[in-house]
RNA sequence: GGCCCCUUGGUCAAGCGGUUAAGACAUCGCCCUUUCACGGCGGAGACAUGGGUUCGAUUCCCGUAGGGGUCACCA
């Protein structure tokens, strides 16, 4: 009885494993493009840095390149009905559809297929089987229980936890117990004979971080779990050693798994992928940071950006702007480019995880909205409303009107950047809707707050100077007009030369028609608003 | 705890042995402006720490402290 006798008890169907190296030819491409993937677990929740991840994949493959996506489901109890969908769907939402997917349906996209690991357990067991015979995988008898008990002796050794060397209990059974075992009936699953040496250190080169140093890996890791599926370790072995991947963007807690892997395609004899391992974005909790989490934050969410309206452009910007620092000096002398003419430079990714700003993030929004034109800022705004904001929805029923409101102040070199999310527009222009507006409400007024002297000026302003056909020249001149006739200075410049002399100044008359006919002491150009809203409901507001 | 990585203003960060140590967000002041926003100008604000190496260290080396990651039949 020998190595391939075991190999074949374990695996009896299957196939050879160069069944599959035949298969799946080697990618035909130019020499510097890049083969690389997003590998999420399917399990309803996307990440925000999933997005980041898929951005940095998405651009690194843009020159001829290839971007995939694997769904890796090898842990089913972690799995979700609809995570996939999920996942394809976030994607898409931020315009980075990959070149080659398997969709909800489990259609491949792309020659590479299947593109989800639970539908590639016989290629795995392919190449489990192959190691098997050489000798560089061996059967494993131990329980959950022996596996403690190894932990337990050597946390009472003070020495490394783990399965290795000689704390194993399987790696050197004879061949013929083993076979005995499993024709037994004995549990097993498969791990990996690691070579490694731990007194001898590895170098790597990451793409990112740099030159790095690490003990070898002597770790016996399990390859393929006791329901025949594999780990993510070996998985990834396989996958992208077959899908052609050259380069592993991922995030920065496989670092430590680097001597492993790299051992992982020595021993099958195939050629590793470079890595680039990203760091995590963080969130300052308390005195510390730590990795934006699920649970406690909801802006790791994606489908956060969504509900709050944050326009998929604004969280790329924003994104990009964490990954290369120097792309927010390019988006300054480049303010109408494409993101995509950007020449993202992988290797100045920062080292160390940022924390996340939103409040950056927000001013990012806001100057890709301020470039929107009335139309975008209606549409993506209704949109967002649809889905959740009927208020807001019903206000937007008239587009004519509605474009006009969006319209104040935009489309100019200076546009007005007040929008940093849909969410915000109901507030932003709901006093230009007659129903949101009540004459009867608490306003504050700014400097003039005496309530005759208020009636005075807007009784004043809409009998004698009011014009709905004035220019806006005319329509400025008149304020002045009024202001100088109630003892209030036609300029500002001139009330500040001379303080004593004068009530207040224009700025302090044309307030209070401000927030007599808005609500509001803040508000985009009021002479235009005044147009908007035409003669007949300003009227009825005073 | 073992192993690995990191440490420049409140935040994100340029910098690669000699710089007045960029820039952006936030903050403050001024200007512009009929309000706000925008824009312009300016202010405050940083190389964690101790040793080396060097004519000279933010930059190189070692230690210390702090932070992060990882040590599963999860990915």
């Known amino acids: ?6 190999a074949n008890l374990i695996f009896p169907n299957a196939k050879d494993y160069t069944y599959y190296e035949e298969k799946y030819a080697k990618r035909n491409l130019t020499e510097n493009a890049i083969v690389t993937r997003f590998a999420p677990s ?12 898929s951005l940095i994949a998405k651009v690194m493959a ?3 390149g290839v971007f995939f996506v694997r769904i890796e489901d090898t842990d089913q109890k972690r799995e979700v009905e609809g995570g996939i969908k999920q996942i394809l769907d976030a994607l898409k939402d931020f315009d980075l559809c990959p070149d080659e997917y398997i969709d909800e349906n489990d259609v491949d996209h792309g020659n590479y297929g299947p593109y989800k690991q639970s539908l590639r357990k016989d290629i795995y067991q392919s190449y489990a089987k192959k190691l098997l015979e050489e000798g560089n995988a061996y059967p494993c008898f131990c ?14 050794a003070k020495e490394r936890t783990g399965y290795y060397g000689k704390w194993t209990k399987c790696r050197n059974m004879p061949i013929d117990m083993a076979i005995e075992k499993i024709k037994n009936g004995d549990p097993y699953i498969v791990r990996f004979k690691s070579p490694g040496n731990p007194d001898k250190k590895i170098k790597h080169k990451d793409v990112i971080k740099g030159s790095v140093e690490f003990p070898e890996n002597d770790q016996d890791i399990v390859i393929i779990k006791s329901d025949g599926l594999p780990t993510y370790h070996f998985a990834h072995l396989v996958d992208d050693h077959l899908m052609g991947t050259n380069m592993v963007i991922r995030a920065d807690e496989w670092l430590a798994s680097v001597p492993l892997h790299l051992q992982l395609f020595y021993v099958a004899g195939f050629k590793a992928p470079k890595y680039a391992h990203i ?14 989490s699920k649970r406690k934050d909801p802006e790791s969410a994606v489908s956060y950006y969504k509900e709050e309206g944050i326009p998929k452009e604004s969280v790329l910007e924003y994104l990009m702007n964490i990954a290369n620092s120097n792309f927010e000096i390019w988006r300054k002398q480049n303010p109408d480019k494409k993101m995509e003419e950007f020449d993202f430079d992988i290797k100045k990714m920062s080292v160390s995880g940022a924390l996340f700003d939103m409040v950056k993030m927000l001013d990012v ?3 890709v909205i301020s470039k929107f034109s009335a139309e975008e800022v209606y549409n993506e705004t209704y949109n967002w409303a649809k889905e959740y904001d009927k208020e807001l929805l019903e206000m937007l029923e008239n587009k004519e009107y509605s474009l006009k409101v969006l319209g104040i102040e935009r489309g100019n070199a200076k546009p007005r950047k007040d929008i940093a999310k849909w969410s915000d527009v109901k507030h932003i222009i709901s006093y230009m809707y007659d129903d949101k507006f009540d004459k009867n409400g608490e306003f504050e007024y700014q400097k003039i707050t005496d309530k005759d002297e208020i009636d005075k000026i807007v009784k004043l302003y809409f009998e004698k100077y009011y014009d709905e056909s004035d220019d806006k020249e005319t329509w400025f001149n008149k304020m002045k007009d009024l202001s100088e006739s109630l003892g209030y200075a036609r300029e500002v410049k001139e009330y500040k030369a001379n303080p004593e002399g004068f009530k207040g100044h224009v700025g302090d008359v044309s307030t209070v028609i401000r927030v007599k006919i808005t609500g509001r002491c803040n508000t985009p150009d009021l002479y235009e608003i005044l147009k908007i809203l035409g003669k007949e409901r300003i009227l009825k507001r005073i």
């Open 62 to 64: 843009k020159n001829g």
């Open 1 to 6: 009885m020998d190595r391939k006798d075991l």
């Open 143 to 156: 329980s959950a229980e022996d596996l403690d008990k190894i932990r337990e002796n050597q946390e009472k």
């Open 365 to 367: 929004s806001k100057n």
């Open 279 to 292: 760091a995590p974005m963080m969130k300052l909790d308390g005195e510390g940071k730590r990795k934006l």
């Open 42 to 53: 399917p399990t309803g929740f996307v990440h925000i840095g999933g997005i980041y991840q």
